[in-house]
């Protein structure tokens, strides 16, 4: 059984920083895209950041140079820094394993989900 286990959210000052954690059990994602999604009350689900199969990475224009994707194949894990929070920043964040080697803007691109992990940025 394949699982997308986030950890790592919680409460945060804005301008201060979190890491969150997304552990991959069951199959390994080694060749296939990740990306980090979020969800804000009332909002759809956004794309945030994503890391293709050979590590090239990709983020959405609201966290450019402020949130950094990375993976540890060997882990199998996923890992979403997050600087110089804001409170615009605060939602569910879904880590998701892509259906090809390559990460998309598109939620229907992935596979699998995580259950999600609350982050909430207070001003």
């Known amino acids: 059984q394949v699982q997308l286990v986030e950890s790592g959210g919680g409460l945060v000052q804005a301008g201060g920083s979190l890491s969150v954690s997304c552990a991959a059990s069951?199959?390994?994602?080694?060749?296939?895209?990740m990306a980090w999604f979020r969800q804000a009350p009332g909002k759809e689900r956004e794309f945030v950041a994503g890391?293709?199969?050979?590590?090239?990475?990709y983020y959405a224009e609201s966290v450019k140079g402020r949130f950094t994707i990375s993976r540890d194949t060997a882990k199998n894990t996923v890992y979403l820094q997050m600087n110089s929070l804001k409170s615009e920043d605060t939602g569910v964040y879904y880590c998701?394993?892509?259906?090809?080697?390559?990460?998309?803007?598109?939620?229907?691109?992935?596979?699998?989900w995580g259950q999600g992990t609350q982050v909430f940025v207070s001003s």
């Open positions: 998701a394993a892509s259906r090809t080697q390559f990460a998309t803007r598109i939620p229907s691109g992935y596979a699998y």
């Open positions: 069951g199959r390994t994602f080694r060749g296939y895209g």
């Open positions: 890391i293709n199969w050979s590590s090239v990475t």
